[in-house]
């Protein structure tokens, strides 16, 4: 039998979340038990679901306390014990907290890492309280003067600070990091979210004897520092970046260094780039990205319209966001792709492996379909591969300025197994989740009886013949002369709708607003609401009646 090292036996204590499963833990073993009661510090999790007073009976040994969250109760009296305090990413949304006012309990506090506002409430009312702090981590803070005040702790061995390449430039004018020889810096450059930043003047990072550079930015500046991927506390500040930390943004005064981008991304493992902010004045008509044997690539904010990108033929998947160039992906075959705000030449769309599809609004697009380009305007969306697609939306913003969308309809052909539906005249169209909503015009027929909805809305719509399967159903502007729905359904609503014959098996909950339905054939309908809605319902129930002699 395999017997685990009281160490290892202590790695996977501290990823134990809540006492219960410490508890099941203690019980394995007497080495399992041993390891509980040696340990130095407690299961990162505990303090997210348990209180300091819960915690504390069940290490005899503790020294250090690592808090996630704040305890409701912490009184100076119970942590007498408890020479340092940890913190790992300090939340307080729920309930804000006073522990920081006293000074007994900053006092024991030795590592702090925490987000740019809170650090600002906790730290700058009693910086002289932090006696013990050594190391201490800034997550996004743009509050330069916060910072410096927080270097001047004496206490400090360790600081790490995350910013941009801006925010680090102005800082460096404020703060003489020389002048700090007891602190090891660490900074690590990055972008926040979709704050986009272009760098003011390069920066020789030579210069600062006692900091450590890290980027996943590259700039003329940057390019030669060591790439970071992102720490797993920073999860939930990458928005808009792949969530596995593999991510890096190239500035356009590094793109004519290919060769050297594509190192660092081999040397790196990197899956997600993204490009950003390419100006008239860039020089260069074509941007050759072929060679670089990435995943994901974002190409966001180009205000060059006379350009061209050239896509790495094995992308998986593509995002454009602002962008007045030109896309080449001929000889792609992506997985996901995303258009937000493209305004360049028709791109060439291959669905063999497409399961994500996004524009904002009816971009002209060339569709290929089994290698065959269909006819203009035309799409096929198959829903047994396809999970999510959405194309046109009826408000439309490019610069910030909303704009009428006068493109022409499209007409998506909708397979699911082996049937195929066509809708002509749409104007929306968005499928997720085994939700549709769509905007049509005239149609003559839809049969979506063999496709299992959860939710089906249609709106700004005249259609004869209308067949669906879902458990709930919205209309809205709609006429409609036969409206079928196959099998029971949860949720029915109708606003300002014209219906001649609706035809259904049960329908739990009916919701008639403004609308007209001059024939219903049901077997039940369990709840009825709206203005005048019950008398409708049961005239029209009549008439089912009526027509029956």
């Not at 920066?203 to 450590?212: A, G, K, L």
């Not at 003329?220 to 790439?227: D, V």
Request: aromatic share 10%; proline share 3%.
């Amino acid at each position: 039998m395999v017997h685990l090292e009281n160490v290892f036996l202590k790695n996977v204590l501290l990823y134990l979340p809540t006492l219960k499963d410490v508890g099941r833990f203690a019980q394995v073993c007497k080495s399992c038990e041993e390891a509980i009661n040696t340990i130095y510090v407690n299961p990162y999790e505990l303090t997210i679901h348990h209180s300091f007073d819960e915690i504390i009976p069940l290490f005899p040994n503790l020294q250090t306390f690592y808090v996630r969250r704040c305890p409701e109760r912490l009184y100076k009296i119970s942590a007498n014990d408890i020479p340092l305090i940890e913190i790992g990413g300090w939340n307080e949304t729920a309930k804000q907290t006073k522990m920081f006012d006293t000074k007994w309990f900053c006092s024991k506090i030795r590592k702090l890492r925490m987000e740019g506002y809170y650090c600002k409430k906790v730290i700058e009312k009693h910086p002289e309280y932090f006696t013990q702090l050594q190391e201490l981590v800034i997550l996004n803070s743009n509050d330069l003067n916060l910072i410096r005040k927080m270097i001047e702790l004496p206490t400090l061995k360790k600081v790490i600070i995350l910013c941009t390449n801006n925010e680090f430039q102005e800082l460096s004018k404020m703060v003489d990091f020389n002048k700090y020889k007891q602190i090891n810096f660490i900074i690590i450059l990055n972008e926040h979210g979709f704050i986009f930043s272009q760098c003011f003047d390069q920066i020789d990072y030579n210069q600062f004897v006692n900091c450590r550079f890290y980027t996943r930015v590259l700039n003329k500046s940057t390019i030669n520092l060591p790439y970071l991927p992102s720490l797993p506390y920073e999860q939930k500040f990458l928005m808009g970046f792949d969530k596995s930390g593999a991510s890096v943004v190239i500035k356009t005064d590094v793109l004519d260094k290919i060769n050297q981008i594509n190192e660092i991304i081999v040397k790196n493992d990197i899956r997600h780039v993204v490009i950003e902010n390419i100006l008239n004045d860039f020089e260069g008509n074509r941007i050759d990205l072929t060679t670089l044997p990435i995943e994901l690539l974002s190409i966001k904010k180009v205000e060059k319209q006379n350009l061209v990108f050239v896509i790495p033929p094995g992308l998986k998947s593509l995002t454009i966001y602002e962008c007045k160039a030109s896309i080449d992906i001929s000889k792609c075959y992506l997985k996901e792709l995303t258009l937000r705000e493209y305004q360049g030449k028709p791109i060439d769309v291959h669905d063999d492996n497409l399961k994500v599809f996004e524009t904002d609004f009816n971009q002209e697009i060339k569709w290929y379909h089994n290698d065959t380009l269909l006819n203009q305007n035309e799409i096929y969306l198959d829903a047994n591969k396809i999970t999510l697609f959405k194309t046109g939306c009826s408000h439309i913003f490019i610069n910030g300025e909303r704009v009428e969308d006068n493109s022409p309809l499209k007409t998506i052909i909708f397979k699911y197994n082996d049937k195929e539906i066509r809708i002509n005249e749409v104007s929306e169209f968005s499928f997720e989740n085994k939700f549709l909503y769509c905007s049509l015009g005239n149609v003559q027929e839809l049969d979506f009886g063999e496709y299992p909805f959860c939710g089906f809305v249609v709106t700004n719509s005249k259609i004869s013949h209308l067949k669906i399967k879902s458990n709930s159903v919205g209309l809205t502007h709609v006429e409609c002369d036969d409206l079928i729905i196959d099998g029971a359904c949860t949720q029915f609503g109708f606003t300002d709708c014209k219906i001649d014959t609706l035809t259904c098996d049960t329908i739990e909950c009916l919701n008639c607003q403004r609308s007209d339905i001059t024939t219903i054939n049901a077997n039940e309908i369990k709840k009825i609401n709206g203005p005048s809605a019950k008398s409708k319902i049961r005239n029209a129930m009549k008439e089912k009646g009526k027509r029956k002699k």
